[in-house]
């Protein structure tokens, strides 16, 4: 019996791989030479897309893809994925939500806890011998009793929440709506939060709606003392004005896994002692990364079988 043709765009971890290649014909377009000769072979053929969160689906892609019906992407995040060509071609798409909450509310966590009580500073200060050289490392900051302003109070964001007043700190949000049935103080304008809280958690989904949402008026806001905690998107930040406000201290610091050109962080930005760096790892453990697979793979099963979709997004 043939297998379905699916056009897999992006790496996939080894079980997930493996998995799509008992159900399905994989073409893999990422190791294409000439990738629209692959796809002009494949357009009277491949019905299927799994992509990742950061690679997508281009409405180019759609385009050349008469045939398709599903794309199935690896990854909360599916703004990479034109949705809006999508929904006109009648394609469906997926993405892995839930799977992922409690592997990135805890790297948040362990952004905070970094950037406030300088972990890779203070770890470089031992093994440069410096402690015994120069004695103790500096007093640092801590999280109890602070308060934290939550951008985006979704799925990630209220587990995000529930972790910080485990630290006994305050909390308190921002989104498009106040959300009735949550118990933390609502503020409207994302400006005027920035300015009450001490630390400024960004989790809200990347769009064009959020393009740049923390800008400098937001930053300038959080001020001189304020953190900046990023583990959303880097296209939700104005990364150029971060840099000039790290740099100038009118920032007190800033914990990012997320970057606006990813994987380029620019040098202005590595160079400085008062931020914590991450490659985008916030979902990157073995369990989270099996699960979100495994949502891909069912979320695929389920369209070949006719079954309702696991986690539909259009």
Excluded at 2 to 28: S, Y
Excluded at 139 to 148: F, H, I, K, N, S
Aim: glycine share 8%; charged share 25%.
């Amino acid at each position: 019996m043939h297998k379905p043709d699916l056009l897999m765009i992006a790496p996939a971890p080894p079980a997930m791989a493996q998995a799509l290649d008992e159900d399905f014909t994989v073409h893999r377009y990422f190791e294409a030479e000439d990738k629209a000769a692959l796809l002009s072979a494949l357009a009277d053929r491949v019905r299927y897309v799994a992509t990742g969160g950061s690679h997508g689906c281009s409405a180019e892609i759609i385009a050349a893809l008469p045939k398709l019906e599903l794309v199935a992407s690896l990854g909360v995040g599916y703004d990479a994925v034109d949705v809006t060509a999508a929904r006109a071609a009648g394609v469906r798409v997926t993405n892995t939500p839930d799977v992922l909450n409690d592997c990135v509310a805890e790297m948040t966590l362990a952004l905070m806890l970094a950037l406030c009580h300088r972990v890779p500073q203070a770890d470089r200060y031992v093994r440069e011998g410096r402690w015994a050289s120069e004695g103790h490392f500096p007093l640092t900051d801590e999280l109890t009793g602070r308060r934290a302003g939550i951008l985006g109070l979704g799925r990630i964001g209220k587990e995000i929440a529930r972790r910080l007043q485990a630290f006994r700190m305050e909390v308190v949000y921002h989104g498009r709506n106040r959300q009735e049935h949550e118990p933390y103080p609502y503020y409207a304008d994302l400006e005027t939060m920035a300015r009450a809280v001490d630390w400024l958690v960004v989790v809200a989904p990347g769009s064009a709606e959020t393009q740049g949402i923390v800008s400098r008026a937001v930053m300038e806001a959080l001020g001189e003392k304020g953190r900046l905690v990023n583990v959303a998107r880097g296209s939700l930040v104005d990364e150029e004005a971060m840099i000039e406000l790290l740099a100038a201290g009118r920032l007190g610091g800033a914990a990012l896994d997320v970057f606006a050109r990813e994987p380029d962080v620019p040098e202005a930005l590595r160079a400085l002692d008062t931020v914590v760096l991450t490659p985008h790892h916030g979902s990157a453990t073995h369990k989270t990364r099996a699960a979100m697979a495994a949502l891909v793979v069912a979320n695929l099963r389920a369209h070949l079988r006719g079954d309702p979709l696991k986690s539909p997004v259009a």
